[in-house]
């Protein structure tokens, strides 16, 4: 069975991470992804959900390892997605987690975020 034979049975969701995460595939997978959603003739709108979802997977994965100490904040790149539109998704995920965050000074994120994204 061949990676596109395989791509066929797998949900959008999947075959859109596929593409997200491409540094983390072989080059041919993510090219039977990106065929397998045109051999759909899959709506714009559906896939750009499916994108948000996965960089939203990402950033609170990302968020969850942040180190205030360690780390600078740094905005994820997106196949699907322009720059701006992963911003917004990134100070939507950015607000959740700071309110989950009970040890944080709250005034003092608002400028590191001002300052990461400018």
Same mark, same amino acid.
């Given at each position: 069975?061949?990676? *596109?034979? !395989? ?9 859109? #991470?596929?593409? /997200? ?6 080059? /041919? ?5 990106? !065929? ?5 003739? &899959? $709506? !714009?709108? $559906?896939?750009?959900? *499916? *994108?948000?979802? &996965?960089?939203?997977?990402?950033i609170d994965?990302?968020? $969850?390892?942040?180190? &205030? ?17 992963? #911003? ?7 607000? !959740?987690? #700071? /309110? /989950?965050?009970? $040890? ?15």
């Open positions: 069975m061949t990676i *596109a034979d !395989r791509y066929k049975q797998k949900p959008l969701l999947f075959l859109v #991470k596929v593409i /997200e995460h491409a540094p983390d595939f072989q080059p /041919e997978a993510v090219e039977a992804a990106k !065929r397998e959603i045109q051999s759909r003739k &899959v $709506d !714009r709108a $559906d896939i750009l959900k *499916a *994108a948000r979802q &996965v960089i939203t997977e990402d994965a990302y968020l $969850d390892s942040f180190s &205030v100490v360690n780390d600078k904040l740094k905005l994820p790149k997106s196949f699907f997605l322009n720059e701006e539109e992963v #911003k917004l998704v990134f100070q939507t995920c950015f607000v !959740r987690w #700071k /309110e /989950e965050s009970d $040890d944080m000074i709250p005034d003092s994120w608002l400028y590191v975020l001002g300052a990461g994204f400018g």
